[in-house]
DNA sequence: TTTTGAGTTGTTCGA
DNA sequence: GTCGAACAACTCAAA
């Protein structure tokens, strides 16, 4: 008689390169569940939903319709399914964070007390990150050696196991439709986010082969330019397991060599994704506390008319705003402007990284734990492997450097387009006659800027000053 | 155990 | 305009 498997997916929204599923798809016929559980697991942002939503319809659709979806305790619901459907096995991709794991423990303790047996696979991290460990056994705290260590072990990132031949059990009748979860009710979801992404599994690898064959070759030098289409744009299918990092490893590596300084560099990159879920893994309390404990006592400011001004990207200086906006228009933000807006938040206003990092939650369709956590404390420089506190990006200066023509600026405010590019970056520096013929009425289309930086900026330095007069 | 070298992404100041 | 040093000290990781 054949086995009844069940294949549970989490973050792992993909067929292809799937080890669980491979596996469960070889011991017998499968069940593909999907639990929504939002009371074991931490509430999911605005765009995860939104994205979430997308993602299992696609999905769904590569199952013929056959993808079964509960919503609820992911206990009660596995309680249910056994009683009523008697599996043999349960297989899974492990999810690194501290309350999947803790999930994980419960699920087995119930699958123990049923004698049914379960296989785990890692389906979503190059390496296990118990395997990664200094010469103490302790785990890295400084992103180059652990990198350095992970990259020597020879049989690993593990080589992609391809598409599994799926044989569905169909004598099961529960489930619910995906339009069943409650996910696209928190927000008005733009036409402009729409037009932004294009969801699923299929369309990550497209994703994925457009980035090898056209903006890869270009991807160290132009990966800083927030208008260039050098970076990847993959971490929410990532997030989402649409696709999985070792396929991403592989195919870059088909096509280049490791000594290619733009796919070591890209490499080097998706192993910062991975430095963050180790992080994660040994310091489960990265997404609250500060990793170095001597930043409790920094006197964070509370302004809460500075923080909704850089929220909606009203602080007046363009290159702020223009990141901001294009994080609330397509749910996602370049990379050198989530350091630049990061630094300006933690630094000129001296907001508590935990505001940015709750913004970032609701807002981005990569929200991701691990990375929203490990980045927002490098920036605030409370992070192990953190930037130096002295190192306060300068906004006016890094638009100049990386957006010399002002094109990604015009990109996300309008008001700004006809400003000559000299102006651009310091718009309340320009004349009255400038702005006259730019449209522009500054206070009145645009802002002042809400802080000065030099001041700001000594403000900051001092503060983390203290930090250190009696530790 | 001690020592040594190094640590993602910057800015400012003064020569 | 260009360039190098200073910005602080600390912790990490390995020899």
């Not at 799937?18 to 697991?41: E, M, Q, R, T, W």
């Not at 031949?165 to 529960?174: G, L, M």
């Amino acid at each position: 008689m054949t086995r009844r498997v069940i294949h549970w997916f989490r973050q792992d929204l993909r067929l292809s390169d799937n080890p669980a599923l491979f596996n469960a798809c070889k011991a017998g016929k499968v069940l593909p569940v999907f639990i929504y559980d939002a009371v074991s697991l931490p509430e999911l942002g605005h765009r995860s939903k939104w994205w979430l939503y997308h993602s299992l319809q696609s999905l769904n659709h590569s199952l013929d319709g056959r993808l079964k979806i509960f919503e609820g305790d992911t206990q009660d619901i596995f309680l249910d399914i056994i009683k009523k459907y008697n599996p043999n096995q349960v297989f899974w991709n492990k999810v690194y964070s501290p309350d999947n794991l803790a999930l994980d423990s419960k699920l087995l303790r119930i699958l123990k007390a049923s004698n049914i047996q379960h296989e785990i696979y890692n389906g979503t991290l190059l390496w296990d990150p118990e395997k990664i460990l200094n010469q103490d056994h302790s785990p890295y705290k400084v992103f180059t050696p652990f990198y350095k260590k992970a990259c020597s072990y020879p049989d690993s990132p593990e080589l992609p196991v391809g598409m599994p031949d799926i044989h569905v059990i169909d004598d099961v009748f529960d489930g619910i439709d995906v339009d069943d979860l409650d996910l696209l009710s928190q927000e008005q979801i733009s036409d402009r986010l729409h037009a932004s992404w294009l969801i699923g599994e299929a369309h990550a690898r497209r994703q994925l082969n457009n980035f090898v064959s056209n903006s890869l070759p270009n991807y160290k030098h132009g990966r800083d330019f927030p208008s260039l289409p050098n970076v990847s744009r993959l971490s929410p299918y990532l997030h989402f397991g649409e696709i999985s990092p070792n396929y991403v490893w592989h195919e870059v590596l088909n096509v280049n060599r490791f000594t290619d300084f733009n796919a070591e560099k890209f490499l080097t990159e998706l192993s910062w994704r991975e430095f963050a879920h180790y992080l994660l893994y040994h310091f489960p309390d990265l997404p609250s506390k500060n990793l170095q404990h001597k930043f409790d006592k920094f006197p964070w400011s509370n302004n809460y008319k500075y923080l909704e001004l850089w929220k909606q990207g009203m602080t007046g200086y363009p290159i702020i705003d223009a990141g901001m906006r294009e994080l609330i228009q397509t749910g996602y933000m370049h990379n050198r402007l989530r350091m630049i807006v990061g630094s300006f938040l933690v630094k000129n206003l001296l907001q508590h990284w935990h505001l940015g990092r709750d913004w970032f939650w609701n807002l981005l369709v990569d929200a991701d734990i691990a990375n929203n956590s490990a980045g927002w404390q490098w920036v605030a420089g409370c992070g192990s492997d953190a930037a130096p506190y002295f190192r306060v990006f300068n906004p006016v200066l890094q638009g100049k450097k990386f957006d010399p023509n002002g094109e990604y600026i015009r990109r996300y405010i309008p008001e700004l387009r006809e400003v000559p590019s000299e102006y651009i970056f310091t718009p309340w520096e320009a004349p009255n006659s400038v702005l006259g013929h730019s449209g522009v009425v500054l206070g009145k289309d645009y802002p002042f800027p809400i802080v000065d930086l030099k001041e700001s900026r000594v403000q900051a330095l001092e503060a983390f000053d203290n930090l250190k007069i009696d530790k």
